[in-house]
């Protein structure tokens, strides 16, 4: 697959809540790093998957609607609307990058 095909399917396993349809997607030593300080928010394919259990037991109604998207190489970049994030009814944007290694997500950059 290619890197823009991956984070294709990884939207949908998203909104569709699918644990396991999004954690193939993932590499064992994936993070999540908040862009502005470096500082690692989530560390391992474990953790990883805790924190997506958590969200999609609190968010029956969760959905990302992408709003614009830049496929450069190995990085997806995507500006996204979230809505249904642990029940709320605000809507929430957020800009994220996804950083494709060896056709897994590796890393996903947080603004």
């Given amino acids: 697959m290619t890197p823009a095909q991956i984070i294709t399917q990884q939207i949908e396993a998203y ?42 037991r609190n968010s029956p109604h969760l959905f990302a609607e992408v709003i614009s998207r830049i496929d450069f190489n190995n990085k997806i970049i995507l500006h996204e609307s979230i809505h249904g994030r642990n029940g709320s009814s605000e809507k929430m944007e957020q800009l994220i990058i996804f950083e494709i290694i060896n056709n897994k997500i590796a890393k996903l950059y947080r603004l």
């Avoid at 569709?16 to 954690?23: A, K, S, T, V, W």
């Avoid at 997607?25 to 394919?45: E, N, P, W, Y």
């Fill in 15 to 56: 909104n569709n809540r699918d644990l396991e349809g999004n954690m193939i997607l993932f590499s064992d030593d994936f993070k999540i790093i908040q862009l502005s300080d470096g500082h690692v928010l989530v560390d391992g394919k474990e953790a990883c998957r805790e924190m997506y259990e958590h969200l999609f």
